[in-house]
């Protein structure tokens, strides 16, 4: 079994110049030119592992971004107008999500052939490993359209979507239309390049204290995912836009993880475009911030704990040059006393009084980022309220951000008592030149609640745009239509306005050497903005996403 599959192995992030140090023929997986994995064996998967190698080298884990109409962006607008008319014919358009059901109508032209361009199913071994990688199976258009002409069409093709997220993501963004059900994607004439995410391994989710039935995707392979989108754009000569309807609340907030250093570099060259959801975190009370600047130099967290939580991690991120120290304390007052900063320690509490293990790692020097890093994985936690004293140890002003998991990896009855709902946007929504992009309600005009929020924890303006995010009609497996809410259904919405512009500029030629930043920066250009409001704002960014304003400007320029 390849390492990468294996879960007796971790897959640690390494900077590729390295690899060749490690490589032994068959423990380094190829990520990018920045990343590599450097596959080890895991051994019991004690939680002090996370102590031994340093804390960016454990892949950051994901989760879902999403849980109608067209003309509220201006697309409907650009479609009838017959000078522009642009349905991203020409364009690549490539979801990396939890698959797709291929045999769905929102997915085949008029002749019942496949819109899928290419197919690469990370969980499925029984087929061809597709070029420059090493496990997945690799579908082509041929094939898909094979098996759709089959009696048993998973017999030729066998790879469906369980949980239906990335199905709706895809047929957001570039569904076929559907009459009968009002539907449409955004560019209905655009080539899909579908990729489907394995889950995190067990093993890494032990040591990242996520609960082992949590649905959940790994970094590493939301990386190789980019990877295979833009290998198929080189491949086929096309320009590409990717959608991410993914986020993690793991890191500092400050687009400086590797994901985001790889979707920073790819939005700077031409044809890539990348749209990111913001992340649905803004009203789940899972962010706390505190700026201590007065004597006592020292601030309490009161973190309430529900009983369905045994196993979550939280993080606390402060700003240089404050040396933080923290003391933990259970509902029934047991406390750890003060635990400093250093450079690789790990501790372990065990409480006498109850059945709580926490083990923390006071990193004084986070590799990725240089700032100081209290990571917290806590085990059977009493539930009620706990208090966490995070205290100056030069006793001089300090301030940091705290952050709980995302998603489903947390239930809601875990929350920061005096909660802070800005600085929410989750990875890699936090990166600069690609589109990080929030929901609102296109019925009332209205954020979203659960939108995640910026600015970046280092003052990066995030989110670039707001984008249609309610209750979107989108394609369900089965041959079934429903609808998604969330930032995902934004990002798919707002990737499929990305390739619009890149049909008008790159497939007709008006501007070929377009980045996706510049569609980026045109479409904040563009965007609808509320005179009762100041832009940018850490809430709607820009704000609302109109295509059609975009082209008016040239026009009238």
Not at 58 to 87: M, R
């Amino acid at each position: 079994m390849s390492k990468i599959l294996d879960n007796s192995y971790y897959d640690l992030m390494i900077n590729t110049a390295l690899a060749p140090t490690y490589d032994t023929g068959d423990n380094i997986t190829y990520l990018n030119r920045q990343n590599s994995l450097l596959h080890i064996p895991a051994g019991k998967a004690d939680p002090c592992d996370l102590g031994k190698h340093s804390y960016s080298s454990f892949p950051t884990i994901f989760t879902l971004a999403s849980t109608i109409s067209l003309e509220k962006s201006g697309v409907t607008t650009v479609q009838t107008n017959p000078f522009l008319a642009l349905f991203g014919q020409g364009v690549l358009v490539a979801v990396i999500d939890t698959g797709i059901d291929y045999r769905h109508p929102a997915f085949l032209f008029n002749d019942g052939t496949s819109r899928i361009l290419t197919m690469w199913d990370q969980t499925d071994q029984s087929g061809t490993i597709p070029g420059e990688f090493t496990f997945g199976s690799e579908y082509s258009r041929e094939q898909i359209n094979a098996a759709l002409q089959s009696p048993d069409p998973l017999s030729v093709v066998p790879t469906t979507d369980v949980l239906g997220h990335g199905t709706a993501m895809a047929s957001i963004l570039a569904g076929s239309p559907n009459e009968q059900q009002g539907f449409s994607g955004i560019v209905p004439q655009a080539d899909l390049v579908i990729i489907k995410l394995k889950e995190a391994k067990p093993v890494t989710k032990k040591v990242s204290f996520i609960p082992e039935s949590a649905i959940c995707y790994q970094e590493s392979d939301l990386i190789l995912g980019i990877r295979y989108a833009v290998t198929a754009a080189a491949r086929f000569n096309r320009p590409v836009v990717i959608c991410i309807a993914l986020g993690s609340s793991q890191g500092g907030h400050d687009g400086r993880g590797a994901t985001s250093a790889y979707l920073d570099h790819l939005a700077l060259l031409p044809g890539n475009g990348i749209s990111v959801a913001a992340g649905n975190e803004g009203n789940n009370r899972r962010h706390y911030y505190n700026a201590t600047s007065a004597l006592p130099y020292y601030n309490d967290i009161e973190l309430r704990v529900g009983s369905s939580d045994t196993i979550f991690a939280m993080e606390i991120w402060s700003y240089a040059p404050a040396r933080l120290s923290i003391d933990i304390s259970s509902p029934n007052r047991e406390s750890t006393q003060p635990i400093y900063p250093g450079l690789n320690q790990c501790r372990k509490f065990s409480f006498i009084f109850n059945q709580t293990i926490i083990y923390v790692n006071n990193i004084i020097f986070e590799e990725e980022t240089g700032e100081q890093l209290i990571l917290l994985r806590f085990s059977n936690p009493l539930p009620g309220i706990w208090y966490l004293r995070v205290q100056s140890s030069e006793n001089e002003p300090f301030s940091f951000h705290s952050w709980l998991p995302s998603g489903d990896l947390l239930s809601g009855d875990t929350f920061f008592l005096d909660s802070n709902p800005d600085t929410t946007i989750t990875s890699p929504g936090n990166a600069r030149h690609q589109l990080t992009v929030t929901a609102y309600n296109q019925l009332s005009d209205s954020i979203l609640p659960e939108s995640g929020r910026g600015y970046t924890r280092i003052g990066q303006i995030k989110p670039d745009i707001a984008a249609p995010g309610f209750e979107l009609t989108c394609a369900v497996p089965g041959g079934l239509y429903g609808t998604a809410t969330g930032t995902g259904a934004a990002a798919a919405h707002a990737a499929g306005i990305i390739a619009m512009v890149f049909e008008w500029a790159i497939v007709r030629g008006n501007y070929p050497r377009i980045t996706g930043n510049d569609a980026n920066r045109l479409m904040i250009s563009g965007a609808v903005r509320n005179p009762a409001n100041t832009y940018p704002n850490n809430i709607w960014g820009y704000g609302q996403v109109e295509i059609n304003r975009l082209f008016e400007r040239f026009t009238s320029s």
